[in-house]
């Protein structure tokens, strides 16, 4: 009878540490996938106020541009000159923007997601041969 009962309590011990390894697993995949979301979200935060403040210049530019064109063909048509660099801009982003937008953002996020997992993969390969 007392080999059950130390077989069974063995049986229990070996639950609760597999219990408890899968439970700190988790913990620790949740922990980097915070990590990893958060990187994501401030390169894409900087990425956004880097745009915007480049569009402000842009527009301020083109505004000077306008100005500076209006005593030669005046202010309609140096306006008109602005609007068509805008449409040309647009149709630019609009034709390249897999190669401008979609793929920039790929490569960020497979950078984010799957380097930090190739590293960390390389890592236990190299602790467990060194072990």
Do not use: C, H, W
């Amino acid at each position: 009878m007392a080999g059950k009962t130390e077989l069974n309590t063995g049986f229990q011990k070996l639950f609760t540490e597999v219990k408890d390894y899968v439970e700190l697993r988790l913990d620790y995949m949740q922990v980097g996938m915070v990590e990893k979301l958060t990187k994501l979200i401030s390169k894409l935060l900087v990425l956004f106020i880097a745009i915007v403040f480049g569009m402000a210049v842009l527009f301020y530019l083109l505004f000077s541009l306008a100005y500076a064109l209006a005593p030669m063909l005046g202010f309609i048509t140096s306006f008109a000159i602005i609007a068509g660099i805008f449409l040309l801009l647009t149709i630019i982003v609009i034709v390249f923007r897999k190669s401008l937008i979609v793929n920039p953002i790929l490569k960020l996020m497979v950078e984010v997601f799957y380097d930090d997992t190739k590293e960390n993969k390389e890592d236990d390969e190299n602790n467990t041969a060194t072990s």
